[in-house]
T-cell receptor, first 110, second 116 residues
Framework: QKEVEQNSGPLSVPEGAIASLNCTYSDRGSQSFFWYRQYSGKSPELIMSIYSNGDKEDGRFTAQLNKASQYVSLLIRDSQPSDSATYLCAVNGNDYKLSFGAGTTVTVRA | DTGVSQDPRHKITKRGQNVTFRCDPISEHNRLYWYRQTLGQGPEFLTYFQNEAQLEKSRLLSDRFSAERPKGSFSTLEIQRTEQGDSAMYLC??????????????FGQGTRLTVV
């Protein structure tokens, strides 16, 4: 079983819609959770971090964490063409080593 | 704060040659990570340092790979006797642990290695 799994893409959404990305992790002791955005040919860029159960909102992005279900998600509201990218879920254990999922590619169509 | 810097950005080498990459982390960060990423995959963990101590190496890191972080500042990743399968993007990230923003890690621009 992979440490971090993301829903397979690609995910295509119309402009203005909500994009929903899901991630599950295997290490129940994981403490910190992150979402990175990666444009083609570029390096990952941190967009959200979440450490406690519940929702965390930052602009058009909302991260949701449920440690009991070992589940973290990212919602992108009012999706824009500039949101077209691969979104990587990353998880830290007690040792702070970051483990990544394979990523979900999002395409926002005008 | 100039961000994480990696050098070179691109490297083309012949199979069997040795290559070395450099990473300069964000200045106050004590944790430094190396990852490898191939097309369509997420970053694969290679190794990480807490200050100058190398805390863990991935099983993916064969004896052809070595990393150092002298004096807990910049880090180098060397690949000896390169193989075509080493072609990938090599990513460096740094974080401050513990830190006021939690263990957020920030990536450099990456070094794209092509082995021909």
């Amino acid at each position: 079983q992979k440490e971090v799994e993301q829903n397979s893409g690609p995910l295509s959404v119309p402009e203005g819609a909500i994009a929903s990305l899901n991630c599950t992790y295997s290490d129940r002791g994981s403490q910190s959770f992150f979402w990175y955005r990666q444009y083609s040919g570029k390096s990952p860029e941190l967009i959200m971090s979440i450490y406690s159960n519940g929702d965390k909102e930052d602009g058009r992005f909302t991260a949701q964490l449920n440690k009991a279900s070992q589940y973290v998600s990212l919602l992108i509201r009012d999706s824009q063409p500039s949101d077209s990218a691969t979104y990587l879920c990353a998880v830290n254990g007690n040792d702070y080593k970051l483990s990544f999922g394979a990523g979900t590619t999002v395409t926002v169509r005008a | 704060d100039t961000g994480v810097s990696q050098d070179p950005r691109h490297k083309i080498t012949k199979r069997g040659q040795n290559v070395t990459f450099r990473c300069d982390p964000i200045s106050e960060h004590n944790r430094l990570y190396w990852y490898r990423q191939t097309l369509g995959q997420g970053p694969e963990f290679l190794t990480y340092f807490q200050n100058e101590a190398q805390l863990e190496k991935s099983r993916l890191l064969s004896d052809r790979f070595s990393a150092e972080r002298p004096k807990g500042s910049f880090s180098t990743l060397e690949i000896q006797r390169t193989e075509q399968g080493d072609s990938a993007m090599y990513l460096c990230a740094s974080s401050l642990v513990p830190g006021p923003r939690g263990p957020e890690a920030f990536f450099g621009q990456g070094t794209r290695l092509t082995v021909v």
